[in-house]
């Protein structure tokens, strides 16, 4: 990295110091960033104070950001952990951006490797769980994590490195700190080579999680179609594989899905169902899955069920039945078949790549399309709801019905369904 801008992430703990120490004997152009979480009252401003100097007598830039952890934790329902994990990589990449920084350093070790690893695997986890911090990731690089907690602390004291010992690392409070204190002895004790045997078993491991993902970028070339702002995957193609439910965890896994018990029973599923992460959702559409990423408000659906006789959201609608059409000339007003709708019916914003078949005229039409012929503003379009049977859709609410909902001789029901 010689000739790299390099961020160090300095707490003032004794890894950190050990690895500010290393950088700055070899001449690496570094700087350094510390977060004070005001969590632990004037020892917090001590670690703060303690990191400046040092960098003063260094002549490093420092930089320091000052966190209302707690406040964060609550307003996000975020664990304190978690939230001062979410606020300081945040910081870091606004840095990295701003200040031109080819990389972040930080100074996890094998021992905090090995209590990752054991997190993950008493909470529950697959494979990309079990093989511990990497060691690079994008601009994130930790380059002692080949080390143990036991050699930095013996090369901090025969260097005779100065170091701030953090008080919330005695208390059992954390189960990162239990395992640190509790179990990883034992383990060490029964097994004096632990931590290298542990090594060897991660090396492995990675070594089966770059094979997965060879084997996943293969299969995705054969069933994954990338068309516009939409990911289509072919269940026909998926369905051969033996363990299909496996690629797709691989394949959805980056979009912050969840709910996968949800997501394999859509294969089988009937068109028109669908699964939502927070920004994507995920649709049986026939023999496909579409993923696309939501809009804003895109999320928004309201359904109607088939014995409602108004709605009052997101428009006030009236529903009604009726025994025959009449031709108010009105596009507050449309007559549909009862038998060509799938309930429950559903309003929702409009989606790259809606298409209707508008009545009285001849084919399909983009929604887009029709949004651009008839010149509506950015505003109509954010305001336009569709009226949709499954992934159908009915209506452009007080615009353009779809001929193929329309009355034929041969309807049975006439539904009406008036804007009030």
Known sequence: MKGKKLLLAISGGIDSMVLLHLLKQLNFDISVAHCNFKLRGEESDGDEAFVKLICENFNVVFFVNHFNTKEYASSHKQSIQLAARQLRYDWFDELLEKESFDYLLTAHHLDDSAETFLINFTRGT???????????NNKIVRPLLVFSREEIENYAKESNIKWREDSSNTSDKYLRNKLRHDVIPILKELNPSFLSSFQQTLENLQQVQSMVDDASRIVYRKVVEDADFQKRINLMELKILPNYQAYLYQWLKPFGFTAWNDIYDLVEAQSGKQVFSGKHRLLKDREVLILEELSENQNERYLIEENQTEIEHPIAMKISYVTNVTDTGSSEIIFVDKDS??????????????????FGMEGKKKVSKYFKDEKFSL??????????????????????????????????????FELK
């Open 126 to 136: 697959g494979l990309e769980g079990l093989i511990g911090i990497p060691q690079m």
């Open 341 to 358: 709708l799938k309930f429950p019916l559903v309003f929702r914003k409009w989606q790259q790549g809606d298409y209707f078949y508008p």
């Open 379 to 416: 505003i109509d379009k954010e305001n336009a709801w569709l009226l949709c049977s499954g992934e159908e859709i009915v209506w452009i609410a007080g615009k353009r019905a779809d001929r193929r909902f329309s009355v034929t001789k041969t309807t049975q029901t006439i539904i009406k």
